[in-house]
């Protein structure tokens, strides 16, 4: 197992350096340093990091290492080194690196054109141009300085370049370097003397790396010390014992089952918040646990347990799900579907792909509980026995395929597709989240001063959210409708209560696990009563917390 720990910490180091949108870079340096796995991290990853969070000065001796001119260059240009900068843009294919090496065999065109429109070098402009040998590569890229690259912006700055400078020989060879007849020469002409360019070209003069302002590394760390890396840090910090732990518990569960274990085992994985070192987690513990072989109803289980687990381990499932002769549960079937749904790499294979193509389901990914609901009722009527028996036959045929690649499994997602299209424009008119909404207006105004969320999505809850949420107070409160304490029909009558409850009575035992206080709000109480009681414990929370 210690191998395999050390293996984690180097996936989940990786996982939290290239995860976008979750932490900032800043906050990504702290947590990786407080937590003793800065090192851990591979020096390119440092790099990175360092120069998205403006410490250019720490990340140039890194780039040396490498010889990676361009990010010399630009750490360079960031500090306002124009001449050094220039003199890295200028330098010729790197002697070093191996893995890490920049695949460029000769001076920085790109770079070396945006330095002469900062500096309004028109006529350096074109000599960089004529340097980078443009070559017309379709009807709208362009070979140019060893690479490829779309066509209308070069042929722009081309154009504004030659108005800029009078340079009449450039519009004889704009024909032969982008591929233009004479006619279209003249337009591209006609627009730069009317200044049609000049915003376009000014995008191409500064990198967006390098709008991040040069900061010390000492102010980075500071800013980067926020409630939310220091989880991060004591996440990372404790991962060998939370490893440990979570694999004993999932092997305890595999044997013997036990919601409780398993409520433990998804909470670990989904805790950190970020979808790419949850990733990591479980492969590592699919691994430790030998989770690949000998599919059974336990593999069922544990991968429909959360939406996570289900999109990461969706080829698993379904082999498990075809092995022990189950049917897919709605739950299951809409990430399928959605899964399908927003897949390039399907409409590619089923030679059905189009650019244009909007996803029909992305109004219905937010309303998981009714999808499911109506995917109950459709299954109900024996649609589903049947096309999920033409999957199986299928997949006894070629036991090591992937599931999702067989022709069944797509009729049986299209279908379904289809249905909840349908369902759709049937039924979600009828559907009001106004008592939700007023319940949410009214706490808000009890508490002017205090931070509230409505619908808030913590990755170990989810596909299930939080109505309203009071960070500070760490007390969420649920509107409870009639659908939760009886059977309605556009939440899926018997078969939909049925699952709500046992939504419901899920949704309380991560709360308790998370240190959430989860107070309810009846459809048939007081709703203002019951608001200022909450609000008034929110507030006693919130005083005792700050003494």
């Known amino acids: 197992m210690i191998r395999r720990i050390e293996e984690l910490r180097s996936s989940v180091t990786y996982a939290i350096a290239l995860a976008k949108g979750w932490l900032s870079p800043a906050e990504k340096i702290h947590a990786l340093k407080a937590s003793g796995l800065w090192d851990v991290a591979r020096t390119r990853d440092q790099a990175d990091l360092l120069m998205a969070a403006g410490a250019y000065r720490e990340a140039i001796p890194i780039w040396q290492t490498f010889s990676h001119w361009r990010k010399i260059g630009d750490a360079l240009l960031a500090l306002g080194d124009v001449a050094g900068a220039r003199a890295s843009y200028e330098k010729g294919e790197n002697p070093t690196g191996v893995e890490y090496a920049a695949f460029r065999r000769g001076p920085d065109v790109d770079r070396l054109i945006a330095l002469a429109i900062s500096q309004e070098d028109w006529n350096g402009i074109l000599h960089q141009i004529r340097a980078g040998e443009p070559d017309p590569l379709g009807a709208k890229d362009v070979v140019f300085g060893g690479g490829s690259r779309a066509k209308g912006p070069l042929v722009k700055l081309c154009a504004h370049a030659a108005v800029a400078t009078g340079d009449t020989r450039i519009a004889g060879e704009m024909r032969g370097f982008f591929g233009l007849e004479q006619a279209e020469v003249d337009v591209f002409l006609g627009h730069a003397r009317s200044g049609a360019y000049d915003k376009d070209v000014a995008k191409l003069a500064r990198p967006p790396l390098l709008r991040v302002t040069p900061r010390p590394l000492a102010r980075i760390l500071a800013e980067g010390n926020t409630e939310r890396s220091a989880r991060v840090a004591a996440f990372l910090e404790k991962l060998e014992p939370g490893f440990r732990e979570a694999h004993a518990t999932l092997v305890r569960w595999l044997s013997r089952g036990g919601d409780e274990d398993l409520a433990k085992v998804v909470f670990w994985l989904t805790r950190i918040g970020s979808y790419n070192v949850f990733g990591s987690c479980l492969f590592a513990l699919q691994c430790e646990a030998d989770m690949f072989a000998d599919l059974g109803h336990r593999h069922v289980e544990f991968y429909s347990s959360h939406p996570w687990i289900t999109r990461s381990a969706m080829r698993e499932l379904l082999a498990a799900l075809v092995a022990t002769q189950g049917m897919p549960t709605p739950q299951v079937l809409f990430a399928c579907v959605l899964q399908v749904s927003s897949s390039i790499m399907a409409d590619i ?177 007081d709703a203002r009563l019951r608001l200022e009681q909450i609000a008034s414990l929110c507030r006693t929370e919130i005083a005792r917390r700050r003494t």
């Open 349 to 525: 294979e089923r030679g059905t792909f189009d650019p244009d193509r909007v996803d029909p389901l992305t109004a219905v990914r937010g309303h998981p509980v009714w999808a499911e609901a109506v995917i109950a009722g459709w299954a109900a009527g024996g649609t589903l026995d049947a096309l999920w028996a033409d999957v199986v036959s299928e997949a006894a045929d070629q036991r090591w395929k992937d599931v999702r690649r067989m022709p069944a499994f797509a009729r049986l997602c299209d279908v379904l597709s289809a249905e909840l299209v349908a369902a759709w424009a049937r039924d979600m008119e009828k559907v009001r989240w106004k008592s939700e909404e007023s319940a949410f207006l009214s706490l808000k105004a009890l508490l002017p001063d205090t931070s509230i969320e409505r619908h808030a999505m913590p990755s170990w809850l989810a596909p299930q959210h939080l109505d309203i949420l009071v960070p500070d107070a760490s007390v969420a409160v649920e509107y409870q409708g009639e659908q939760h304490y009886r059977p309605i029909d556009v939440f899926g009558g018997e078969a939909g209560y049925t699952a709500t409850v046992r939504r419901d009575e899920n949704k309380r035992n991560l709360c308790r696990l998370a240190g959430i206080r989860l107070e309810y709000i009846r459809h048939d109480e």
